[in-house]
């Protein structure tokens, strides 16, 4: 049987409150989490996984625009810059979810949206737009809130689903546990045609991570 596509976007917000050490361990975490989705990937040979990355500050772009195999991908770290464009964003991912672009025969894909702030924009539009594709409602979708000043309702609308919360990364280990988790089990939950949805990630093994705060984990 061919290969069905599993597409990964990430949504990542590169405002200037990012700046500093919250950028740097996002780089980090991405770029370390890539051989643990390859082999998800591997384990799952029904499914090619294809990653991208969308940026937003003051502006939507994409950072790899095309989809590119798990197993040639490789990171770009990215820079700071602006302000926080959220609905924008939504946007641009919303327009490669209509099919055409995206292959009627593809499995669910994957959307990681990390931010650390609040949107300045129209999200609720860009949200909608999203919500209006077919593929965009049946996306598995991952939040991760960076700090204490993350926009936790705007993170939880974006779930879309009451039974799922964003991910808390108040410290540089939450954070890359948090990447590890958005990497692996919404790609698993993806990767399979009768559980490859968000209900998927409500249970074992897709629980979020759990981690106890230590007196040595710097908080942002």
């Known amino acids: 049987m061919a290969n069905r596509p599993v597409n990964f976007i990430w949504l990542i917000d590169r405002s200037y409150s990012m700046q500093g050490e919250k950028m740097g361990q996002l780089n980090y975490a991405i770029r370390e989490a890539v051989p ?3 082999s998800v990937a591997h384990d ?9 990355t969308l940026t937003f500050s003051s502006t939507a772009q994409w950072h790899h625009k095309v989809p590119v195999p798990v197993d040639d991908f490789t990171w770009e770290d990215i820079q700071v810059d602006g302000m926080t464009n959220l609905g924008e964003a939504l ?9 055409p672009p995206m292959p009627q025969r593809a499995l669910k ?3 990681a949206l990390v931010s650390d702030g609040v949107p300045t924009d129209d999200w609720k539009s860009g949200l909608a737009a999203l919500d209006a594709t077919p593929w965009g409602k049946k996306a598995v979708r991952v939040a991760i809130a960076i700090g204490a000043d993350a926009d936790r309702d ?3 609308e974006f779930l879309g689903n009451p039974e799922l919360q964003p991910l808390d990364a108040n410290s540089p280990k939450k954070l ?3 990447i590890r988790w958005a990497s692996t089990a ?3 939950a993806a990767s399979q045609p009768l559980a490859g949805s968000s209900d998927a990630l409500t249970k074992q093994p897709y629980a979020p991570p759990v981690l106890d705060d230590d007196d040595d984990d710097d908080v942002w």
């Open 36 to 38: 643990e989705m390859r």
């Open 44 to 52: 799952n040979p029904a499914a090619q996984l294809l990653l991208r």
């Open 91 to 99: 946007q641009l991912v919303a327009r490669e979810l209509q099919t």
């Open 109 to 111: 894909p994957v959307l």
């Open 154 to 156: 705007v993170l939880q």
């Open 176 to 178: 890359a546990a948090a």
């Open 186 to 188: 919404a790609v698993k």
